[in-house]
């Protein structure tokens, strides 16, 4: 796995590819057997079938989509299941944990949309919060807008999401509401408090650093001084002793 708290997913938004919200769920969870070295791994149809809750052809349809849009490369093998091969990672992506990949309690498509999702929202350790339209999301995702409404009502449901009245109206003069989604029912939340965890480190890194190179410059002005001290003594002998 190329990270032991989260998977690198290519973002579904940014990089306009022609893809379903399945499809990197299925990305996700091929990814998280890859050796981060090689780029390649090599699990069964079954085991991925397994891991993203869906049928064998599901996953078998993706793959041939993801395929085609050039994130992942097949490798055909003799009498074993196939390598993929990742290519660099795209500079726009999103991050998701094994938790999150893992969790029950949220349905395949759920996920495959909270994927999706998670690309159009402000994330922080609490809430990842989108004031996207329906629709707007809808057209992002290439999904019909009856399926958008549908999860959030599931997720409402679940208490995983929650609308929030804005003062935003979309085209039609309707108003918008935010949808915030709980980071610590999805699982996603520990990505941002490690993330709040070393900008305090970086921090009190930059810190040391500072002070490591005040106390060499406090040293270095001292050795001047003793040198300026010395050569002023040595300058009154010369001047005495004459």
Known sequence: ????????????????????PIDYLVYANIRRYMNKDTKCCWPSLNTVANACDCSVPTIRTSIKRLHKEGLINIIKRKGQSDMYQFKELLKNFERFTPEFLDNKEITPEEKAYLIGLHSQSYKNEDYAVTTYSNQ??????????????????????????????????????????????????????????????DNHEDRITSLEKMLELALKENSSLKKENELLKTAKEVSYKKEYDF
């Open 136 to 197: 707007e999301i809808a057209t992002n995702l290439n999904i019909p807008l009856r399926t958008v409404q549908n999860y959030n009502k599931s997720l409402q449901e679940k208490q995983i999401m929650t609308e929030i009245a804005t003062a935003l109206t979309d085209d039609a003069g309707f108003n918008v509401p935010a949808k915030a989604v709980d980071m610590h029912k999805i699982g996603q939340a520990i990505l941002y408090i490690n993330k709040r965890v």
């Open 1 to 20: 796995m190329e990270h032991s708290q989260h998977v690198q997913v290519p973002d579904p938004v940014k990089e306009k590819k022609n893809l379903k």
